[in-house]
């Protein structure tokens, strides 16, 4: 009779492989679209890059209100990480696509040890009965919010109206007063007016 091996898990694979089984699939976000800016025309983006801004954000945002920035964050950076199994459903989608992301995250972690570290953060942001879930959850609509900006000063029109919907669906009074000023920022103000403001008359020739 063979002995089992307590460090053999998922299909035999021990938790180390298992770990490099979850980082290869957090690759996976790099190739995976946003799939709302089919619809608005203009703008790309994968769920890797906004989950590395929303996390940024949600860090800045509870720093700005005395709440634990770091548990915050960590909250942003894995509240998408079940897109590399599920993919991202739009608006549209879900009328008609149902998911099931918890499911999705847990066997992405399953046997890696990052069980009880990470599904109680997933857990925490759907019930957002915290502040720290909360700001989370306004993290994420800002970042898209960002974007809407940019592309509204790039003319697309649509992006305004869109603007409109996410400003109403934040939480927290620091996300509704930082989301007030990105929408009146114009996108290019931090490098075009930035600490050297003579570059572009440099650029033209002049003195």
């Known amino acids: 009779m063979t002995a089992c091996n307590p460090q053999q898990n998922l299909q035999g694979r021990d938790r180390l492989t298992r770990l490099?089984?979850?980082l290869f699939e957090a690759g996976m976000l790099?190739?995976?679209p946003r799939s709302g800016y089919q619809f608005?025309?203009?703008?790309?983006e994968n769920v890797a890059e906004h989950s590395f801004r929303t996390a940024v954000i949600g860090w800045v945002l509870a720093h700005e209100a005395g709440a634990d920035a770091e548990?915050?964050?960590l909250m942003c950076l894995f509240?998408?990480?079940h897109e590399a199994r599920v993919g991202d459903f739009n608006y549209v989608n879900r009328i008609y696509n149902t998911s099931k992301p918890r499911a999705a995250l847990e066997h992405a972690t399953e046997g890696t040890g990052l069980e009880d570290a990470v599904l109680p953060l997933w857990d925490e942001l759907e019930e957002a009965?915290?502040?720290e879930a909360r700001l989370a959850q306004d993290a994420d609509q800002i970042d898209l919010i960002l974007n809407?900006?940019?592309?509204?000063?790039?003319?697309n029109r649509y992006a305004g109206k869109w603007m409109e919907a996410a400003l109403q669906r934040l939480r927290t009074p620091q996300g509704n007063a930082l989301a007030q000023v990105i929408a009146q920022t114009d996108h290019t103000d931090w490098w075009y007016i930035g600490p050297d403001r003579s570059w572009w008359e440099r650029k033209n020739g002049k003195k």
Not at 40 to 44: M, P, Q
Request: proline letters at 0%.
């Open 20 to 22: 490099a089984d979850f």
């Open 148 to 155: 809407l900006k940019q592309e509204l000063d790039l003319g």
């Open 30 to 32: 790099r190739k995976t």
């Open 79 to 81: 509240h998408d990480f």
């Open 40 to 44: 608005l025309g203009t703008g790309t």
């Open 71 to 73: 548990h915050t964050a």
């Open 129 to 131: 009965k915290t502040q």
